[in-house]
């Protein structure tokens, strides 16, 4: 029992650090951007391909089964047990939205 409680803190704090390691790989770009003012010097295939990529990537995380049965069991877990179940969906998300904002 004390092996499943340290294994489920490490996975809930490696997925804490990537979603902050996310983050923070977009915001040198995010700033260039707003202190530009401007996307100048974005490859348009660049923009094109990766927006494809995050709507795939966030299409594929919603649709699949097992994300569909952590996102049907949040009614009938506790809101801690539901937030480290989501937490890949909300790698994918975070990484979208970083990216549709650019």
Known sequence: MFEQIGADKLKLTSCRVLVVGI?????????KIINNGTSAGLSPWW??????????GI???????????????????????CGAGLLGIVQVGVQWTCFMVM
């Open 23 to 31: 983050l923070i790989s977009y915001l040198p770009q995010h700033s």
């Open 47 to 56: 923009v094109m391909l990766g927006t494809l990529s995050s709507i795939a």
């Open 59 to 81: 299409t594929n995380i919603v649709v699949l089964p097992t994300s569909q049965h952590d996102m049907k069991c949040c009614k009938q877990i506790s809101a801690a047990e």
